[in-house]
């Protein structure tokens, strides 16, 4: 076992060389001119060479790169000129923020999208079955900036039944001290069951905003694996030998249709994570990609970097994870690397 | 058994009271503000510091002085540019031959850490303002303010500024919110060898002497100021803590403002703006035009067809000013455009002569030999595009009478310096605003033909130049009147730009707040308000 994460590991590092490299010579592509922007409303030509040569981008090209490369080997990320503040601190303080919301969102989707998707799968053709495939429509087919706006206006504005959208707590609140950066684990953690309620009451909107997106893969996906698995013949050898139908149906037909659920759910995962600017936009969630795109727009070259690379090393855990998860699920999959 | 349950009832309602009236203190005295974007950093001089952090710097150090206020015809309070008030400085003595300044500090000033300020921290500030290069630097150039030398901490108390010039803009400039007061000991602990301004240290911490604290700062989504007690520089503030968070969506802003749970918000749509100060509700928005400031439509006049000065007065009759006002800035803003008088010399933005007039628009095509027309593009910068863009979009229908064909060119924000310092695009729309308040100070940055990045047009006149050089060192009034007209009116006559609007600040707050002054670097100043 140990040995297949290791070997997994080391077979991922040309792929992080690969990132490091695209997206140094991408950032550099971009067409903005950071030197520029960061000279402010009344830089000077001047101005804006001097800040050229403090971000030490008078330098050529392959000598940034060493620059870079060195001072990733060194543990430093870099700076990130928009927030003034390093990288590697913007993105440790940002990442259980977008973690915690995907991860509740993902959570939310999976515990309705399975139930919904197996009854689908059992009743095909029924008002239930009719059900999953319009809300997955739906799902995807609103836009969550839209679907967040919208809760937004019914439930806090209209209703005024959830807190208002100004990020991960409410203004009086002050956030638990950080341990894991999940504000709901930490504030546990602290003993400090208002800031628990706080945080999570804060949390239910984006999250429902999140979970109405993935919902449609995960409820499909679910309903498509359980058919075809059900209409398999060790289904009806189950079935004819007199098996309870719930030992079947779970025992033996949702273990078998887990795999592809799972696989779903990786991607599901990861695509959300680096997707979620808009909701965080909307709630104004101190996330990730709200962070990588205003980078972006500054043409702020260390974060967007960063931000990449760490997204990188999420997937590469994130692969091996489910691939070792595979093997739990289903012993055939354990093969060594 | 009863008694005992009506005697805890009690002692829980009696426990109750005053937790009640603290919160109900708490919120009294606490000042909640949303706004797109926070401080990047909480030292002004930094390089790269966003316009946020000016608010930083605002609040958390003092300056020697500050400028006094007046109420506008409107009824908001306005900082006054003309009358400076001691801050830090207690009084000041100009020498007898105006070449330099003397500054007598407040004896009871302490920084945040409680060290008294000296007049060392004074020099050291202005020293680091010098040495930190990029914007502050240039700000303190603006007001000849340039040589370590003209700094001197004659004692403990007593700071001396000697003049390289006299320069108007000189006392001014020490009021701005770069010639911020540093805790000098205290930066010097935290700088290191390559870093003997502390520049690392004072992104993340700071080391003033202001009415407020930076109690919580966390880039990207809020700063917690608290109230500062032992503030000297002018009178204790009411608001006792200020939330500041980031909320980058203007819709929620407004809803989070609408239902009470905001106090205060910047940076809106104009259109939001508007609809606001037009509903009866709970919410009121206090306006007052940008100071030295427009949205303008610029013509590169290095190259055809813009060379052209009858073409540009062509195109300054054809613009559809009435709808511009009405669909894309929703009113939020003072015309520039229409004037029936002429220019006074006095006012300043005033607004052109040109209006709407097809027929004339005509003719100067004809005159400039230019019926058939030509094909051209509209640049602007998307980061304004909720205005620039409907503008974009009547400029490009107007101009297609004149058989212009415009094509529309978006500009992400980040590359919009890029693409104003080459200094390529035909035609724009752009905006500026100077700090200092003087025509001259605009014009400098604008139409001098030392063509600064902001002269957008490329536009050189050597009449112009000689104007602008003499009106800024002119003490007397009239011929200074008469010089800033004499450019302004070469200006307006050879049309490189053509004024459109002089932008409306606009604030949105619930109505018990009071106290809400416009500041000439457009960031909040809690210091004067407080909850009604």
Known sequence: MLTTILKRLLGAIPNLIGVIVVTFLLTRALPGDPAAFFAGASGTAEAVEEIRKKLGLDKSLPEQFIVYVRDLASGDWGFSHATGQPVLTELTTRLPASLELTLAGLFLAVIVAIPLGILAATRPGSWIDHLCRG???????????????????????????????????DPYLSAPPTVTGFYLIDSLIARDFEVFIGALKQLILPTITLALFVLAPLARMTRASMLGVLSADFIRTARASGLAPTTVLFAYAFRNALLPVMTTLGMVFSFLLGSNVLVEKVFAWPGIGSFAIEALVASDYAPVQGFVLSMALLYVLLNLTIDIAYGFVDPRMRVDG | MKSRTLLCATSIVLACVPALSSAQDKKQETLIVANETGPNMLDIQGVGANRPAYGVAWLAYDRLMTYGRKKLANGVMSYDFAKLEPELAASWQIAKDGMSVTFKLRKDAKFHDGTP???????WSYDRALAMGGFPTFQMKAGSLEKHEQF??????????SFLRKDKMTMPDMAVP?????????????????????????????????AYKVASYKPGQEIVYERFDDWKSGPLPKIKRVIQREVPSAGNRRALLAKGDIDMTYEMPPKDFAEMSQEKGSVKVASVPAENSMIYVGMNVTKPPFDNAKLRQAVAYVLPYDKMMQNAIYGRGAPLFGAKKPVTGSDWPTPTPYATDLAKAKALMKEAGMESGFETTLSFDLGQGTVSEPMAILVQEALAQLNIKVAINKVPGANWRAALLKKDMPLMINRFGGWLNYPEYFFLWTYHGQNAVFNTMSYKNAEVDKLIDSARFETDKKKYAMDVKGFIDIAYAEVPRIPVVQPMVDVAMQKNIEGYTYWFHLQPDYRQIYKK
């Open chain 1, 135 to 169: 809300i997955a429509t739906a799902g995807v087919s609103l836009p969550t900036f839209f679907t967040g706006l919208l809760l937004a206006y019914i439930f806090y504005f209209l209703l005024g039944w959830a807190p208002p959208p100004l990020g991960r707590l």
């Open chain 2, 117 to 123: 300020v000296t007049a060392k921290d004074v020099k």
């Open chain 2, 152 to 161: 001197e901490a004659v004692d403990d108390s007593t700071f001396k500024v």
């Open chain 2, 178 to 210: 770069v010639a911020s007061i540093y805790n000098s000991e205290l930066a010097k602990k935290n700088a290191t060898k390559e870093d003997p301004w502390a520049a690392t240290w004072l992104k993340n911490n700071t080391a003033g002497g202001g």
